[in-house]
């Protein structure tokens, strides 16, 4: 049995953290590998919506609750071996607290998981102030760490090449980067309200239905694939769950 990945979502809110974590689900999915949906974000419970019974959730959003819960949740990847996609929302509230009775990192190298960061940025300046924060706090700083420019902040009349090209030389990705962390983009996926509006998942909206039709479920396909390519050329397959 392979060993367990827990993968956690870092950075501010509305930068497409869930959608990212959605599509590493259907990913291991869609390869026969059974994942442990946590969904720790009460305020704005996207996994759960998506996932009505298969996810996880905190009784509520205090932090005491939430913090028994994540222990709760690692426990159940360590006694089932299976991977687990940790959403805590853009708040980054209980993190740093939590870590300060576990250490998150070691836990998982004890526990014979491998511990995944993934910050979701846009272009505004802050998306990455934010990250670089958590960064170097090293509340959450695994070997393994992901940084996803999301194509979809960027403003219409852009190309992600222009709206990126502050961050991707910003001194402080620069060094993210030269202490290992890997940089891929996330495309822009135009027909992602309607999806969510149907509250379908990724691969089936890929594979086409009547109310979504051809048109949309072809971008679907088109953005897993480009997803893929990035994440084959970042050299990080094997990071995910």
């Not at 819960?69 to 991977?83: G, K, P, Y």
């Not at 992901?146 to 852009?158: D, H, R």
């Not at 090449?161 to 990705?173: C, H, R, S």
Request: aromatic residues 8%; charged residues 25%.
């Amino acid at each position: 049995m392979s060993s367990p990945v827990l993968a956690v979502r870092l950075g501010r809110g509305r930068t497409g953290g869930s959608t990212g974590l959605d599509w590493l689900i259907q990913r291991a999915e869609s390869e026969k590998r059974e994942v442990i949906i946590a969904d720790g974000d009460k305020r704005n419970a996207t996994l759960s919506a998506l996932y009505n019974g298969k996810s996880v959730q905190p009784e509520t959003d205090e932090i005491p609750d939430v913090k028994d819960w994540i222990s709760q949740v690692l426990d159940c990847m360590v006694a089932s071996r299976r991977s687990v996609v940790l959403d805590l929302g853009g708040g980054d509230r209980v993190l740093p607290e939590y870590v300060r009775d576990l250490d998150l990192v070691g836990f998982c190298n004890h526990a014979g998981a491998f511990p995944l960061a993934l910050y979701f940025i846009g272009p505004d300046a802050d998306d990455l102030e934010h990250a670089w924060k958590i960064f170097t706090a090293e509340v959450f700083r695994p070997e393994r760490t992901v940084i996803v420019l999301n194509e979809y902040l960027v403003k219409a009349g852009q190309t992600p090449a222009t709206a990126f090209a502050k961050t991707v030389k910003n001194g402080q990705l620069m060094e993210m980067a030269q202490e290992g962390a890997r940089m891929i983009y996330m495309p822009r996926l135009p027909c992602m309200g309607r999806v969510r509006e149907l509250g379908l998942p990724l691969n089936a909206a890929a594979e086409g239905s009547k109310e979504l039709g051809p048109t949309a479920a072809f971008m679907v396909r088109r953005w897993l694939h480009r997803l893929e390519d990035e994440c084959e050329r970042a050299g990080i397959d094997d990071w995910l769950p």
